[in-house]
């Protein structure tokens, strides 16, 4: 009843076309470099970045030497404990090639490439008034969420 007609690209010897063949190769090609390209994309999101200077092991040395300073001394160690962890900070920053001249200046560039830094701008002024304010008294609760927020810091920097 009814006829089908099938059409082929085939040539006299049965084969493909030279045109569905390049167009073969160049779709592998294509999807090959999309590959590459997703495969780059992908490790350098996941990477950690690259430290100048300074290694992730320092750093965590340095933390934890930070952490028992805290505990020792009462409120002097807990007043050098928070110094000692902006001081880290600001080396991080450095070694991770943030522009400024100042931490409060590297912290404004950081924040671009990680908003979450934000919320450390806390603990810095807090260091800052332990360093300028001599009246200013601080509280145990004031200096161990000041720790956390610098842990946090350098936790969202992917170095500790």
């Given amino acids: ?11 006299a010897s049965g084969g493909l076309s030279t045109f569905n063949l390049i167009g073969a190769i160049l779709l592998g090609c294509l999807v090959l470099i999309l590959l590459i390209v997703a495969i780059i994309w992908l ?8 430290l100048y200077g300074l290694t992730r092991e320092e750093v965590a040395k340095r933390w ?4 028992a300073t805290s505990k020792q001394n009462g409120d002097m160690g807990l007043k050098l404990a928070i110094i000692e962890a902006d001081n880290l900070l600001d080396a991080a920053l450095k070694s991770l090639v943030m522009q400024g001249d100042t931490l409060g200046e590297r912290l404004k560039f950081a924040c671009y490439k990680y908003p979450k830094l934000k919320n450390v701008w806390w603990a810095h002024k807090l260091r800052n008034n332990l360093v300028h304010d001599h009246s200013f008294r601080l509280n145990a609760g004031q200096a161990k969420k000041a720790l956390g927020e610098f842990e946090k810091a350098l936790k969202e920097l992917k170095i500790l």
């Fill in 1 to 11: 009843m009814f006829e089908e007609t099938v059409f082929y690209s085939e040539t």
């Fill in 43 to 50: 490790k350098k999101k996941l990477s950690r970045p690259e």
């Fill in 64 to 67: 934890q030497q930070i952490m």
